[in-house]
């Protein structure tokens, strides 16, 4: 069955590094998006993507994030400029032909900020 | 400010028995509704999605909807140990790009 995949599962970083998670969604599907969930909270959206454009993304979505789909299959979320309530859980998720289908999401990639 | 809201829990529930989980949201335009199980460290895993008013079943469970009363539910019948889990309910509305609006999630432990 296809999945999600994201790298790395754990990333540790200093606080002001840049990161990149990567994430390849399910092969077919024409919509991704990236979630966070901070230990104990709830999960958030962050952004959805479409045709290689933003399509919607929430406040937390600020000037330090960005996302590209450089190539056919990955889709990356970088943070340029870390901080430490950037620690959390980040999951990368794809629907197939509209926003309102179901959402697969990725195993995550847990980012610590020291 | 677009709400989910779900009972934290921990709903205890032994073995065999029924475990009834619920969700309101504040949305009336939302269109599609989740269920999704996440285990502790784990990523959300689909359970079940429902569009319509009613109740859909698949194996041991079953999600109803009432969008007049705007409340979303989830039963779970014949509950085993591999249920323990939070349970999230995700909305979706009709004027976001797939933006999925999660609540806090319930805890539910079976219990042998």
């Known amino acids: 069955e296809p999945e999600v995949t994201q790298t790395p599962s754990h990333q540790v970083t200093q606080m002001g590094q840049e990161v990149i998670l990567r994430c390849v969604p399910i092969?077919?599907?024409?919509?991704f998006y990236w979630y966070r969930q901070i230990l104990g909270q709830k999960v958030e959206f962050l952004v959805s993507?479409?045709?290689?454009?933003?399509?919607?993304k929430s406040e937390i979505f600020d000037d330090q994030f960005s996302v590209e789909r450089p190539d056919g299959s990955n889709f990356t979320l970088k943070i340029r400029s870390t901080k430490l309530e950037d620690s959390a859980m980040y999951f990368c998720?794809?629907?197939?032909?509209?926003?309102?289908?179901?959402?697969?999401f990725g195993p995550g990639t847990r980012l610590t900020v020291l | 400010q677009k709400e989910v809201e779900q009972n934290s829990g921990p709903l205890s529930v032994p073995e065999g028995a029924i475990a009834s989980l619920n969700c309101t949201y504040s949305?009336?335009?939302?269109?599609?509704f989740f269920w999704y199980r996440q285990y502790s460290g784990k990523s959300p895993e689909l359970i079940m999605f429902?569009?319509?008013?009613g109740d859909k079943e698949d194996g041991r469970f079953t999600a109803q909807l009432n969008k007049a009363s705007q409340y979303v539910s989830l039963l779970i019948r014949d509950s085993q140990p591999s249920d323990s889990a939070t349970y999230l309910c995700?909305?979706?509305?009709?004027?976001?790009?797939?933006?999925?609006?999660f609540g806090a999630g319930t805890q539910v432990v079976v219990t042998p």
């Open positions: 998720a794809s629907s197939e032909r509209t926003s309102t289908d179901t959402q697969y």
């Open positions: 092969s077919n599907h024409l919509y």
């Open positions: 993507f479409y045709n290689n454009e933003i399509s919607e």
């Open positions: 949305d009336r335009g939302s269109q599609s």
């Open positions: 429902i569009y319509s008013n």
């Open positions: 995700a909305v979706n509305g009709d004027d976001s790009w797939g933006k999925l609006q």
